[in-house]
C-alpha cells in the first residue's frame, strides 16, 4: 500500500502564500504522477496541478502563474508553493499520486493504485 500525508495548511490573508507539501511512503515501486486537486465547500473536487511522468506538467487556469508545482523524486514528495492567494483559493487541498506497487516480492507482483491524501484546508481571509 501507500499513504501519502500532507502537511502546510492554514490561514492566511488575500496575497499572502502559503506552502503544501505531501510525502508517500510504503511498498512503492514508481511514482507516476502526483498532483494536488481541492474542493471548497459546496463544490466538485477539481485539479490544481499535476507532474506526470507522461503528460508534463500542468496547471489549471485559475492558479496558472500564481502555484507552482514541484517534486523531489529522490524523496516521493511534491509540493505546492501557493502565491498571491485569494479568497477564491479557500478549499481542502489533497494530494493525490498515481503509483506501482509492490503485491508481492516472490514472484515478484505490482499494481498500479491511484492514492488520497487526508487533506489540509487553505483558508484565504481576512
Known amino acids: 500500500q501507500v499513504q501519502l500525508v500532507e502537511s502546510g495548511g492554514g490561514l492566511v490573508q488575500p496575497g499572502g502564500s502559503l506552502r503544501l507539501s505531501c510525502a508517500a511512503s510504503?511498498?512503492?515501486?514508481?511514482?507516476?504522477?502526483m498532483a494536488w486537486y481541492r474542493q471548497a465547500p459546496g463544490e466538485q473536487r477539481e485539479l490544481v496541478a499535476i507532474?506526470?511522468?507522461?503528460?508534463?506538467?500542468n496547471y489549471a487556469a485559475s492558479v496558472k502563474g500564481r502555484f507552482t508545482i514541484s517534486r523531489d523524486y529522490s524523496k516521493n514528495t511534491v509540493s505546492l508553493q501557493m502565491n498571491s492567494l485569494k479568497p477564491e483559493d479557500t478549499a481542502v487541498y489533497y494530494c493525490?499520486?498515481?503509483?506501482?506497487?509492490?503485491?508481492?516480492?516472490?514472484?515478484?507482483?505490482?499494481?498500479?493504485?491511484?492514492?488520497w491524501g487526508q487533506g489540509t484546508l487553505v483558508t484565504v481571509s481576512s
Open positions: 493525490n499520486a498515481g503509483a506501482t506497487t509492490v503485491v508481492t516480492i516472490t514472484p515478484f507482483q505490482s499494481r498500479y493504485l491511484e492514492v
Open positions: 510504503g511498498s512503492i515501486v514508481n511514482i507516476n504522477s
Open positions: 507532474m506526470s511522468n507522461f503528460s508534463g506538467t
